[in-house]
């Protein structure tokens, strides 16, 4: 079980806003934290899409969001596009345990 | 180019040994932390191990420490990951990664395949 809890799946049509939350603890994400989101495709590795809590990473369109507040962050995505099909994980560190962790991840899927 | 290249992964027995080496080149190794994650097949991804710069500093994840050991080689440009007592359960694609700060991993490998199958 994931020390960050982010919903199985997501859905949306094309064009619309979805979001995809990660909810951590007082250890974590409530500790002051960085969260950090990525992005993967099936058969490649993970790229990173937002970096310490809302940066974008050159190339990354800023159709893609990060916020954070108290125990639990988010992922926006507005303008969805077909090519946004793809699972997406969350990370942060964890001082209880001293590590960093990822999320339990979350499919987007285009309708 | 940052480039990232694993090595050393194959089928194993259950209580076996395997290092995994990682290849880096196209920035400067040697001030960089770098990340080993593990994606099991169909699952999520699994944070293992960091280590510092000068190789100074190491964590590790419960579920590996005491079996599992990083190092680098900073004039080889090379990260390693000792892995002993290998489990069914550690079955995975393994990524070396480096770290840009607070764990971001902004440079990806493309993983080498470890199954530990009796």
């Known amino acids: 079980q994931s020390v960050l809890t982010q919903p199985p799946s997501v859905s949306g049509a094309p064009g619309q806003r979805v979001t995809i939350s990660c909810v951590g603890s007082?250890?974590?994400?409530?500790?002051?934290?960085?969260v950090h989101w990525y992005q993967q495709f099936p058969g490649t590795p993970p790229k990173l899409l937002i970096n310490?809590?809302?940066y974008r990473p050159s190339g990354v369109p800023d159709r893609f969001s990060g916020s954070k507040s108290g125990t639990s962050a988010s992922l926006a995505i507005t303008a969805l596009q077909a090519e946004d099909e793809a699972d997406y994980y969350c990370?942060?560190?964890?001082?209880?345990?001293?590590?960093?962790?990822f999320g339990s991840g979350t499919k987007v899927t285009v309708l | 180019e940052v480039q990232l290249v694993e090595s050393g992964g194959g089928l194993i027995k259950p209580g076996g040994s395997l290092r995994l080496s990682c290849a880096a080149s196209?920035?400067?190794?040697?001030?960089?932390?770098m990340s080993w994650v593990r994606q099991a097949p169909g699952k999520g991804l699994e944070w293992l191990a960091n280590?510092?710069?000068?190789?100074?500093?190491?964590n590790y994840v419960a579920s590996v420490k005491g079996r599992f050991t990083i190092s680098r080689d900073n004039a080889e440009n090379s990260l390693y990951l000792q892995m002993n007592s290998l489990r069914v359960e550690d079955t995975a694609l393994y990524y070396c990664?480096?770290?840009?700060?607070?764990?971001?991993?902004?440079?990806w490998g493309q993983g080498t395949l470890v199954t530990v199958s009796s």
């Open positions: 990370q942060s560190h964890d001082r209880s345990l001293n590590i960093y962790v």
């Open positions: 310490t809590n809302n």
């Open positions: 007082n250890s974590n994400l409530g500790a002051d934290s960085s």
């Open positions: 196209g920035f400067s190794f040697s001030t960089t932390w």
């Open positions: 280590i510092k710069e000068d190789g100074t500093v190491k």
């Open positions: 990664a480096t770290d840009v700060g607070r764990g971001a991993a902004d440079h």
